[in-house]
Nanobody, 122 residues
């Protein structure tokens, strides 16, 4: 059984930093992608960062590029999202998700965590 668990959310002031962690257990594929998503004002989920296991290729949404950094370690599969220069617009729920194979910006990920809340005060 696959488990995805996020941690590290919290409250910070504008310009502050947070480090989110995602630990995946029970996932046996060697080639996989882990993505961080966040909830949009319309209650959809948008991908903001992805990382591919084969070569650690990382990709970022324009909204977080230059401020957020995704990294991966294993075993166990642990993916970290370092968030710097946080803004009030970054306030929302953040989710980690994993899929076998290459990365996608869609929500087509097999397993999701429950999310961790980030709040940035102005």
């Amino acid at each position: 059984q696959v488990h995805v668990v996020e941690s590290g959310g919290g409250s910070v002031q504008t310009g502050g930093s947070l480090r989110l962690s995602c630990v995946v257990s029970g996932f046996d594929y060697r080639k996989y992608c882990v993505a961080w998503f966040r909830r949009t004002p319309g209650y959809d989920r948008e991908a903001i960062a992805t990382i591919y296991s084969v070569d650690n290729t990382a990709a970022y949404a324009d909204s977080v590029k230059g401020r957020f950094t995704i990294s991966r370690e294993n075993p166990p599969i642990t993916v970290t999202l370092q968030m710097n220069s946080l803004l009030p617009d970054d306030t929302t729920m953040y989710y980690c998700a994993i899929k076998s194979g290459t990365c996608t910006w869609s929500q087509a990920y097999n397993f999701w965590g429950q999310g961790t809340q980030v709040a940035v005060a102005s």
